[in-house]
């Protein structure tokens, strides 16, 4: 059964990091499109981060610069490395993972995505 859940979540600092992962079970991950993306209470979720099967990356305007996504195939992991968080990347954070209609394609839409995680708290203080 396909699986995500996300760690590394938790309390910091503005200006501060953190590195959020993701370990996916019961499906080829290597084949796989996987994103980020966070909700802020009394907002809608949001696309922060994609990465495609052939490792192409998109990122939101809001976080471009300050985040960074990878994953590890061979350990069937995602990653999203946080620098320079700000009280507005507040939010719980969940992995996502979509079979792609081809190697280059990734998508912050959270419509594209089949499988979800639980998903991990991130709060930044001022």
């Known amino acids: 059964q396909e699986q995500l859940v996300e760690s590394g979540g938790g309390s910091v600092q503005a200006g501060g990091s953190l590195r959020l992962s993701c370990a996916a079970f019961?499906?080829?991950?290597?084949?796989?499109?996987m994103a980020w993306f966070r909700q802020a209470p009394g907002k809608e979720r949001e696309g922060v981060a994609s990465i495609g099967s052939g490792a192409v990356t998109s990122y939101a305007d809001s976080v471009k610069g300050r985040f960074t996504i990878s994953r590890d195939n061979a350990k069937n992991t995602l990653y999203l490395e946080m620098n320079s968080l700000k009280s507005e990347d507040t939010a719980m954070y969940y992995c996502?993972?979509?079979?792609?209609?081809?190697?280059?394609?990734?998508?912050?839409?959270?419509?594209?995505?089949?499988?979800w995680g639980q998903g991990t708290q991130v709060t930044v203080s001022s």
């Open positions: 019961g499906f080829i991950y290597s084949a796989y499109c």
């Open positions: 996502a993972a979509t079979f792609p209609p081809y190697e280059s394609w990734n998508s912050l839409r959270e419509y594209a995505y089949n499988y």
